[in-house]
T-cell receptor
């Protein structure tokens, strides 16, 4: 299985900050990389697919980049509703695998 | 509007089996795979498997193979996750999700399963 590594597991930020969340794959996955936002008690929400493509309705302050093994999710100006856990997921091979998640907190 | 509505929370005893349902609406059910994802309390997301409603072809994660059975009923646009021989370690939130290309674009609200004697 392809291992997805998200480090740090949590990071502290303030409203208005620019936040960058890294994700690394254990082998080359091209751009088969998705990002999800997950809040407690809610369903995960797709933000970005194919490394950099916005899902419908996602605010433009979110952006994704990278290819191969190294990827990032950037939140340009953090809003209160953005405090959540963010997961990357590779879909290059089956089983698709998630990173451990990065929690963005105050 | 695409919606996936899952069945409600359940409490089960070790050794029992259970089936969770995921009813789809707002799109053509047979055109998209349904994925199942687990979240154990305090942990991250784990992919369990997926099923193609058009022909019931299913892929399972090796971690869940033999413990999980996926099925669909196209007459009621519903996917099912069956777990057998439940253990306390199966206590988790279970999500269904529609697969668009490789990504899961719409998710159910989750079903909390508690396994306790």
């Amino acid at each position: 299985d392809i291992q997805m590594t998200q480090s740090p597991s949590s990071l502290s930020a303030s409203v208005g900050d620019r936040v960058t969340i890294p994700c690394r794959a254990s082998q080359n996955i091209g751009t088969y990389l998705n990002w999800y936002q997950h809040k407690p008690g809610k369903a995960p929400r797709l933000l970005i697919y194919a490394a950099s493509v916005f899902h419908s309705g996602v605010p433009s302050r979110f952006s994704g980049g990278g290819s191969g093994t190294d990827f990032t999710l950037t939140i340009r100006s953090l809003r209160p509703e953005d405090f959540a856990t963010y997961y990357c997921q590779q879909t290059f091979t089956t089983p698709p695998t998630f990173g451990q998640g990065t929690r963005v907190e105050v | 509007e695409v919606q996936l509505v899952q069945s409600g929370a359940e409490v089960k005893k070790p050794g029992e089996s259970l089936r969770i349902s995921c009813k789809a609406s707002g799109y053509s059910f047979t055109n998209y795979w349904i994925n199942w994802v687990r979240q154990v309390p305090g942990k991250g997301l784990e992919w369990m498997g997926k099923i193609d409603p058009s022909d019931s072809n299913a892929n399972y994660s090796p971690s869940f193979q033999g413990h999980v059975t996926l099925s669909t009923d196209t007459s009621v646009n519903t996917a099912y996750l069956q777990l057998s021989s439940l253990k306390a370690s199966d206590t988790a939130m279970y999500y269904c999700a529609r697969q668009y290309h490789g990504e899961c674009d719409y998710w159910g609200q989750g079903t909390l399963i508690t396994v306790s004697s």
